[in-house]
């Protein structure tokens, strides 16, 4: 999300050094009484002149005798008096601000203190911000300026930073990842099975069950995938393929096999999210048509995602939801909101009905 950052800074008085003057002209006029000056010795201020009996300190009256003196909206004070009663106060310390201080949303601040308490920081730089600027999801700040120029790790977008995110490291197949999103990666098969069991049965609370025991699951780096995948215009978001081949005798299809492979080294909940994508995609080559249209077929398996991720609490499925609500590529994300409608309006068994039956999506969907 894109926001700016506008604040004020401004100085709180003015600080003059001034002294009286000695001047043997006929047509100076005081500007506080009005009546010429003809002593000879006034006090200049400003472009004006004043008797120096006459140039007094608006907070008590007294006449400004010291060379150093305040002034506020056209009135001249004692440093002390504009010190204690005029100056604004900081937000922060409640003392009085002299010299430079920063207007933020109404309220004044020493620069300091609204650097140090106040200002929003880049969570990348630590430095504060004020222009334009990024929001993520995590709720971190970062300066616009940064993008492009620093790693954002490939699973929560973030910045690698060592203070941010505990750094992060590269992966040999080119994939960034943050010290936040290690703390959950699955590089274990034996992990990777049970997660991946789990995912099948609560799919199969939605009728999606998969009445197929023997699917090879593979934990892979990135490149593996891209030699098994043809979508070279998404494999730097792909992160799951599935590979079935089968015989045929007759005419009538005979031995089938399903191998899964996932990226290895995922955060704990992509690896689910990822899991139920491809087994939507054994379930349809079981059960539909097998030349179903790509959009029909990879937004019904982005909803089954979609199913195992809204039952978690954890603030990251909400983060992946949001992930396949905004995608915007033409097949997997206008795949997943056609096959959301569809489902808003026919249920998930309707759903699972017409895409047995049909190669397309529905008309109005």
């Known amino acids: 999300m894109k926001m700016s950052s506008k604040l004020t ?21 005081c500007a506080q009484c009005g009546n010429s000056i003809t002593s000879g ?26 060379v150093q003196y305040n002034k506020h909206n056209g009135y001249y004070y004692h440093p002390e008096h504009y010190e204690q009663f005029i100056a604004p106060r900081c937000a922060v310390c409640g ?16 620069k300091d203190h609204y650097e140090e308490q106040i200002a929003l ?20 700040t970062y300066h616009d300026y940064h993008e492009g120029r620093a790693v954002k790790c490939d699973y929560c977008q973030r910045y690698i930073s060592d203070e941010g995110t505990a750094g992060g490291i590269k992966y040999e197949d080119g994939r960034n990842i943050c010290g936040i999103c290690l703390t959950s990666v699955i590089n274990d098969d034996n992990v990777a099975r049970h997660l991946f069991e789990e995912v099948k049965k609560e799919l199969r609370q ?13 934990l892979v780096d990135r490149n593996y995938i891209a030699g098994l995948s043809n979508e070279t215009r998404v494999i730097e978001k792909q992160t799951g393929f599935t590979y079935h081949r089968f015989e045929t005798i007759r005419g009538t299809v005979r031995n089938k096999k399903f191998d899964i492979y ?60 949001d992930n396949l609500e905004k995608d915007r590529d033409i097949i997997y994300g206008d795949g997943y909101r056609r096959i959301k409608r569809l489902v808003r309006a026919k249920r998930v068994n309707g759903w699972l009905d017409i895409i047995t039956e049909k190669e397309r999506l529905p008309s109005g969907y």
């Open 121 to 140: 920081k880049c969570s990348y730089c630590g430095l504060p911000i004020n222009g334009q600027y990024s929001i993520t999801f995590w709720g971190e």
């Open 206 to 218: 939605y009728r999606i069950d998969i009445q197929w025991d023997e699917i090879g699951l593979y």
């Open 262 to 321: 996932i990226l290895r080294g995922m955060p704990e909940m992509e690896f689910i999210s990822t899991a139920a994508h491809e087994l939507m995609h054994v379930w349809l080559y079981l059960n539909a048509p097998y030349d179903m249209d790509k959009m029909m077929s990879e937004g019904s398996a982005n909803y089954a995602s979609y199913l195992v991720l809204k039952k978690r609490t954890l603030f990251r499925a909400k983060y992946l939801i």
């Open 9 to 29: 800074i401004a100085l709180s008085f003015v600080i003059i050094i001034s002294s009286g003057a000695v001047l043997y002209a006929q047509s100076l006029t």
């Open 41 to 66: 010795s006034y006090v200049s201020v400003d472009g004006k002149v004043f008797h120096p009996e006459h140039f007094r300190c608006a907070y008590c009256g007294r006449k400004i005798e010291s």
């Open 95 to 110: 003392q009085a601000i002299l010299g430079q201080y920063v207007e933020y949303e109404g309220k004044k601040y020493h």
